[in-house]
């Protein structure tokens, strides 16, 4: 492996010691404490998996944590009355819904009955807005994770040319939106790729960054890359394997061992970009408490 492991883990704990010395700054001098909501409907395992990660980090930077668990048969009428209570408590300053949600209840008029001042995960429209122009706003959790994982491995964004492979509305979308600004930690030259593009291996080829974010393994293979590349590999994909007790073991959307030969830097599947989400996530309720300073 001749690239530089680029571990989302490692920044996340360095990143977690900065904020926890900042809600401590927020308790001592304001006597202010960031609140996080966050609300999970019916019982999907990951999902699950994810809101007892959150609450764990919460416990160990100092920010308070309420947890809203509902059976899934709750009805959208339950929820958006639950939302309107959160957005009016003091105590709560990032509100987060667990998704997906059960079938019967529309995922977008929950997110956006969320107040905009609250939504830490950045969907609300308004958010979104906001970082099309280039204002400043709550970035969303995984795309301002890949940015802080270029920027504090010195990787240059300014002028280079970063494709990224999938264009979601958690992903693609938003970090393409970011890493084009004319501001600080941007300024790139931004090509997306996706699943009706002819072909995908052209435009790596030509790429100083490539972020992989399309949910398929082994999508962007050895030769799809230039020697010195920079990788980003957002996928997480279960993949059998009989060697594993569990049966399966995760991979990326990446050729990692192969690639890891060409590469200058890479992310590593786990460890890489995951982490990274829910630490941006603190950033943002921190970020939102941070707006009660008088």
């Known amino acids: 492996m001749g690239a530089k492991i680029l571990s989302g883990k490692q920044l996340a704990q360095e990143m977690r010691e900065e904020m926890k010395q900042e809600t401590l700054a927020l308790k001592e001098k304001y006597n202010i404490i960031p609140g996080l909501a966050v609300i999970l409907v019916g019982e999907d395992p ?3 998996s994810y809101v007892t990660g959150k609450r764990k980090a919460c416990a160990n930077i100092g920010i308070y944590s309420r947890e809203e ?3 899934a048969d709750m009805s959208e009428e339950k929820l958006l009355s639950l939302i309107k ?3 009016n408590d003091p105590k709560i300053h990032g509100i987060l819904v667990q998704l997906p949600l059960p079938d019967h209840i529309d995922e977008t008029k929950i997110l956006y009955a969320i107040n905009p001042d609250k939504d830490v995960d950045g969907f609300h429209p308004f958010n979104v807005g906001k970082m099309m122009i280039g204002e400043d706003t709550f970035y969303p959790c995984t795309p301002h994770g890949i940015q802080q994982l270029l920027v504090r491995n010195d990787i240059p ?3 280079s040319h970063i ?5 979601s509305n958690l992903v693609g979308k938003p970090l393409a939106a970011m890493l084009m600004q004319k501001k600080e930690h941007a300024n790139a030259t931004i090509t997306v790729c996706h699943t009706r593009t002819k072909d995908i291996g052209y435009f790596t080829r030509q790429a100083d960054i490539v972020v992989a974010a399309i949910g398929r393994p082994n999508t962007i293979t050895e030769e799809m890359v230039s020697e010195g ?7 997480v994909n279960r993949v059998e394997d009989s060697s594993k007790e569990r049966g399966y073991r995760l991979v990326g959307d990446v050729d990692f061992e192969k690639i890891g030969q060409k590469a200058s830097a890479i992310t590593p599947v786990p460890g890489g970009v995951g982490p990274m989400t829910i630490t941006m996530l603190l950033h943002n309720t921190i970020k939102s408490a941070k707006r009660h300073i008088r």
Request: aromatic residues 0%; positive net charge; charged residues 10%.
């Open 163 to 167: 494709v990224i492979v999938g264009r």
């Open 85 to 87: 209570k959160l957005n």
């Open 46 to 48: 990951a999902s699950v």
């Open 229 to 235: 590349v920079v990788v980003i590999d957002v996928g």
């Open 157 to 159: 964004i300014a002028s």
């Open 69 to 71: 668990n509902h059976p």
